[in-house]
C-alpha cells in the first residue's frame, strides 16, 4: 500500500455485510440532517485507459458544496513530505536494516532490489515498512499505474478549478506515523510480505481496480481485508484505527447545511470496521448508489 507521492496509500477499510444488488459503484449517499454526504471509495493509482470516470462519479461532485479527502491537498507539498516521512522512515544514526534484518531477509534484498537499480547500500537507512512502500509504489508505476491519475487528485483538480472548498481528515504527519509504533519484528514481517507479492502485484490492483469500476463491494472487501485476520497488527494500523479517527468528523459533516462529498481510499468505505458499516451500526442510513 502507499500514501500521497512517495507511498501509494493504497485503500482503506469497511463493510463485507452490504448487498450488492443492483449497485454500480463505489460511491454511498448518506442522509444527514439537513444534508447529503456522498462517500466516495478511491483508488489512489490508476492508468489512462481507466478514463473517463463514470458519471455518477462525476455527478456526485457536481452536488457537493465542499470537498474532504483523506488530507488537504491543498496544504501538501513535496517538501512538507519528506520533512514528516524523514522522522519516521528512517533509522537513526548507528542502526540499520542490516542490523535489523534477519540474514534470510537480506540475503532476499539482494536478490530483489537490483530489479529496482538499488543496492542494499543505498536503502540501509530505510526502515523496512518504508522500503516495503517504495517498492509497491514503484512496482505500481512500472506497471503503468501513477497516483497522479488517482481518482483523488482528479477530483481535487476538479475542486481547485470550480474554486469549491477542499478539506482534510488527517495530516500529512498523521499519514507518516502510521507504522511508526511498528517493532523491529513487525517492521521485518511487513517487509518479507511485501516482497513474496512483488511480481503478482500489479494484476492484483488490476482486479482491485475492476471490483472497484463494478462496484463490487464483496471483492473489494475481500481483496482489501483479506490480512485483517493474518496481519491484524498492520490492518489495524492502515485501517481499522483510522476509520474510528475520521467517524466523529463525519457525523459533524451530517450537520451542516452543504453537501459534501468525500473521498478516502476504497478500503476505507468496506469491511466490518469501516466507515460505512460504523456509520450504519451508528443509525445511519447510507445506501450504495
Known amino acids: 500500500m ?9 485503500l482503506s477499510a469497511s463493510c463485507s455485510t452490504i448487498q450488492i444488488g443492483e449497485s454500480k459503484d463505489t460511491l454511498w449517499k448518506l442522509r444527514g440532517l ?3 454526504i456522498y462517500l466516495l471509495g478511491s483508488i489512489h493509482v490508476l492508468s489512462q485507459k481507466n478514463y473517463p470516470l463514470k ?6 461532485f457536481e452536488d457537493s458544496s465542499r470537498i ?9 507539498t513535496t517538501t512538507r513530505l519528506k520533512q514528516e516521512f524523514r522522522r519516521t522512515a528512517f533509522f537513526p544514526n548507528g542502526q540499520s536494516l542490516s542490523q535489523k534484518l534477519s540474514p534470510e531477509t537480506i540475503e532476499l534484498l539482494k536478490h530483489v532490489l537490483p530489479v529496482y537499480g538499488l543496492t542494499l547500500k543505498r536503502v540501509e537507512r530505510l526502515k523496512p515498512w518504508f522500503l516495503a512502500e517504495w517498492l509497491s509504489s514503484r512496482t505500481l508505476e512500472m506497471a503503468g499505474f501513477s497516483e497522479t491519475l488517482g481518482v ?10 470550480t474554486g469549491k472548498p477542499v478539506l482534510g481528515l488527517e495530516t500529512i504527519r498523521d499519514q507518516a506515523q502510521i507504522f511508526d509504533h511498528f517493532s523491529d519484528e513487525e517492521n521485518e514481517r511487513y517487509l518479507v510480505g511485501t516482497l513474496a507479492t512483488l511480481v503478482t502485484y500489479p494484476a492484483l490492483i488490476g482486479r482491485l481496480v475492476t471490483a472497484w469500476q463494478n462496484g463490487d463491494v464483496r471483492l473489494l472487501d475481500q481483496i482489501l481485508n483479506q490480512d485483517q485476520h493474518a496481519d491484524p497488527v498492520t490492518h489495524k494500523a492502515l485501517f481499522s484505527d483510522r476509520n474510528i479517527k475520521w467517524l466523529p468528523q463525519i ?4 450537520q451542516k447545511n452543504e453537501n459534501y462529498l468525500v473521498v478516502v481510499g476504497a478500503g476505507h468505505l468496506v469491511g466490518y470496521d469501516g466507515v460505512v458499516a460504523q456509520l450504519r451500526r451508528r443509525g445511519y442510513t447510507v445506501k450504495q448508489m
Open 2 to 10: 502507499a500514501f500521497c507521492a512517495f507511498l501509494l496509500s493504497l
Open 34 to 36: 439537513h444534508n447529503t
Open 55 to 60: 458519471a455518477p462519479l462525476n455527478r456526485a
Open 68 to 76: 474532504v479527502f483523506e488530507i488537504d491537498l491543498n496544504r501538501f
Open 152 to 161: 483523488d487528485v482528479y477530483f481535487f483538480r476538479k475542486a481547485r478549478s
Open 251 to 254: 457525523e459533524a459533516i451530517a
